[in-house]
């Protein structure tokens, strides 16, 4: 049976906190629904309701997008191992750039990461729990290395060429305002 809650408490904080990876969900008025999932250790819980996470370099970059036309976006929390559960968090986001004055407060929350592109602040409105009784049991062996060495072996500069030729737009056209 699902519960619904004004905000994180501390059971619910605990629960995000215990999880390795998230999913964020976003769609723009006109445009697919994103579904992208996020691990290595990108997310923060600023209080009962506000949650970050930090956006690091990917194929595309539709949450940017998304959000600048339609700031709704929910995060997904499963429980891989141990006692089953689901948990949707319901908000607003905003993006912060590494251009933006207030980026410096926020990155230094998290590890160094090459290839940091924004950082998502989340208004949490509601949150709601579900069973998670169908969600498979896995085991937990270790972040994947993949895209620190990619960003490291490319540099900065071939970050930025990268967001130049893949991240300025969705896959629906649709800008992301990377560079402004």
């Known amino acids: 049976m ?3 809650y004004s905000q994180l408490d501390d059971k619910l904080q605990k629960f995000i906190e215990e999880q390795k990876i998230f999913f964020v969900g976003t769609a723009a008025l006109e445009s697919r629904v994103n579904v992208s999932p996020k691990g290595m250790d990108s997310l923060r819980i600023l209080n009962k309701n506000q949650l970050i996470w930090l956006n690091l370099t990917g194929s595309g970059n539709e949450t940017a997008a998304h959000i600048l036309e339609q700031p709704r976006m929910t995060l997904m929390f499963c429980s891989f191992e141990g006692k089953p559960l689901i948990l949707r968090v319901y908000g607003k986001s905003r993006a912060i750039h590494p251009r933006d004055e207030e980026w410096n407060e926020w990155i230094a929350l998290f590890p160094e990461y090459p290839g940091s592109r924004q950082i998502f602040l989340l208004e949490v409105d509601e949150a709601q729990t579900s069973c998670g009784f169908a969600v498979p049991n896995y085991q937990y062996q270790e972040d ?29 056209g649709k800008p992301t305002q990377i560079f402004k």
């Open 2 to 4: 699902s519960k619904f």
């Open 144 to 172: 994947r290395g993949d895209l620190v060495y990619w960003t490291d072996k490319i540099g900065d500069d071939g970050v930025k060429k990268y967001w130049e030729e893949k991240n300025q737009t969705s896959i629906d």
